[in-house]
Structure formats: C-alpha cells, structure tokens
C-alpha cells in the first residue's frame, strides 16, 4: 500500500501497487498514448468557431476500472488481514504493473466505439463522431483523451458526459466548464463585440517556476547569478548568443543551465509561445553553455516574471494580414539576425487578448 497526499487539495489517497518490477516485459505495447496539446488548442478554437460548448471530466480510479491484460498471481499480504498468505488472481491493472497504462487506454478506447466515436488518424486520442447541431447541420463532435482526463466538445456535452459515466465511472466534482486542463487555466474570454472564445494560461506553473529559481540562486550560487530588474523582452537588445566569449561555466552550474531550458520548453508546451526562439536558439548551447547564456535564460525567467498573467486566446475573427506586413531579407546576415529583423516587421496581433 501507497500512501500519498495530493498536493492541490492536500487530500489524503491510498494506493494498492503491485510489484511490477518482478514480472517479465510484455511483447506488446505497454504504455498508454495521451492527446497531443496542438489538437487540444485546435479543439478549442473549432469549439469557438463554431460557438459549441466544451466540457472537461476525470475518470474515477482509471488504472483500476480497466482489466487486467497479464496473466498475475499475488500472495497477500497482512494489509488483507484474515485472508493474508491466500493467493489471489490480479483481475484489474493495478498500479505498478507493466501493462496498466495500455489496459486503460484500450478500456476507454472501447468505450469511445461503444458510442460509435472513431480514432482519428492524425492524433489517435482524439475521438470524433459525425453529428447534427442544434440547426441541423453537419458537423462532428469531439472527445479528446489525456490518460484519464476527457474534454468534450459537443453542442450537448452534458448527454455524452452521462454515456461516459454509464461506461466509466467520472469524479462528479470534475464533471462541466473547465477551469483547469493539463496543467494550464482555461477561461471564457468575452469580447467587446461579443465574441466567446477560450482562453489558455501557464500563470499557476510559471509563477511557481521563477519562485523556484530565484530560491535556488539564492541558497546553491550564493547570490552570484540574480534576474534581471526589467525584463521588457525575452532577450536583451541586440543580444546574439552565438558571439558569446564569456567563461564556461562550472559543471554544477551546467545542470542548473539545463534544468532551466528543461522548465522553459515546458512552457512552451503549456502554450507560452513568445518565448519558443529564445528557448530554441539557448537550448543550442546545452552541451557547453557560457555565463551569457546563463544570464540570457534569467532574463526570459524575468521576462516571464513581468508577463505571470498573459493569455493565449484563441480567437475565432479571421485576420487580416496583408503583403505589408512581411519584410524581405537579403545578405549574408545570421540566422538570429533575419530573426531580429523580422520582429521588426509592422504586425497587426494575430490574436486578441
């Protein structure tokens, strides 16, 4: 037996693990594939288009609603009191065993046919179903599947959410609107006009990691590195990476300097998108970094500490981008300097936020 508490709401959960360890490797696929976060945004921005409600649920125990695909004997234990030293047969994919993460995505993936719902080839989590709207019209309705977290998009969600707990059994708290999906909030966000549209933001991981590293600066360098004051923009002006002379930096320091691109990209997972250049160019360096690329990782930390509460909106209005609007670049100029020039261009917001 596990016993954990869960750090959102401190609730205290009880686990019974099996041994995994101790059984051999099955041939087959073991692990359980989760919804990519593009077709999440994609969703939500079809749910905009489209003016469709999207609701979010988990599923109550996921590991141990599935059945089990091994073949597994246990003897108990004394946490089974008079039954302790019977042998029992495994029946359900308890955690810990190797093939629980494929057993629980083929349950639900069965229950996704059960209601007529087909995989789509590009992401097979997410499940689509050829539907009328409320006009009559054509149109699909969508359930994307994130392990035992499940977003519907449905002109009625609340009917294909009561199907889904027929099959599975879904935490009733969890059931509706979501407010939190994937580590990110989500939000309504209405316009002036009176377009709804969703909204996304890291604000919760991302405040968490600049207090995170600021403690670690502070305690293991010994106040040697700090963030900048002022971060308006993701790098310093003019700052070119690969033009960098400074000293390497010390092997410890080296893992820090990878911890935070590992934490950075992360955010660009979570849909932090005005930093994905930075990361990408810095992330070039992480085999041999210098002092500047560790002052230049801070600055995006500073950055990100300056803009916690930004938005990615998802907004349905068509843009209007004109020929205007791109620059020609010619010459033998850097790539981070056809990247500079380029922000330099007159864009109009490709979103509103």
Not at 21 to 41: D, F, N, Q
Not at 198 to 212: D, I
Not at 269 to 290: H, N
């Amino acid at each position: 037996m596990i016993f954990d508490v869960k750090m959102e709401d401190f609730q205290r959960k009880a686990r019974l693990v099996a041994a995994g360890h101790a059984t051999k490797a099955p041939t087959t696929l073991t692990y359980v594939s989760v919804v990519s976060r593009e077709t999440v945004r994609i969703a939500l921005l079809i749910a905009a288009l489209n003016d469709v409600d999207t609701w979010a649920a988990d599923v109550l125990n996921a590991y141990i609603t599935a059945p089990c695909q091994e073949k597994i004997w246990t003897t108990l234990g004394r946490e089974f009191g008079d039954d302790c030293g019977k042998k029992a047969i495994v029946l359900h994919a308890l955690y810990g065993l190797k093939s629980s993460g494929a057993a629980i995505r083929a349950h639900l993936a069965g229950c996704m046919r059960g209601m007529g719902y087909v995989s789509c080839p590009a992401d097979p989590d997410l499940w689509l179903k050829e539907q009328t709207d409320r006009k009559g019209s054509w149109c699909y309705s969508y359930i994307l599947c994130y392990v035992d977290n499940l977003l519907v998009v449905h002109h009625k969600p609340k009917r294909i959410m009561d199907k889904i707990n027929s099959f599975l059994p879904l935490k009733p708290a969890s059931v509706g609107p979501p407010e939190m999906y994937l580590g990110t909030k989500l939000r309504k966000k209405t316009f002036e006009d009176g377009t709804t549209t969703w909204g996304l933001s890291p604000a919760k991981y991302v405040q968490q990691a600049v207090r995170n590293v600021e403690t670690y600066l502070k305690t293991n360098l010994e106040g040697r590195y700090s963030l900048p004051k002022r971060g308006e923009n993701p790098f310093p002006v003019d700052y070119a990476p690969e033009e960098s002379v400074t000293p390497l930096l010390e092997p410890e320091v080296v893992t820090f300097y990878m911890q935070l691109i590992g934490i950075l990209r992360w955010m660009c997972e979570l849909g932090w998108i005005d930093i994905c250049t930075e990361v990408s160019i810095l992330s070039l360096y992480s085999v041999m970094p210098r002092e500047g690329h560790l002052e230049a990782a801070l600055h995006v930390f500073s950055y990100l500490k300056s803009k916690s509460n930004s938005w990615l909106i998802f907004d349905p209005m068509e843009p209007d981008v004109g020929e205007s609007v791109f620059v020609s670049v010619t010459g033998p100029t850097s790539t981070w300097e056809r990247v500079r020039l380029c922000r330099l261009m007159p864009l109009s917001p490709l979103g509103r936020v």
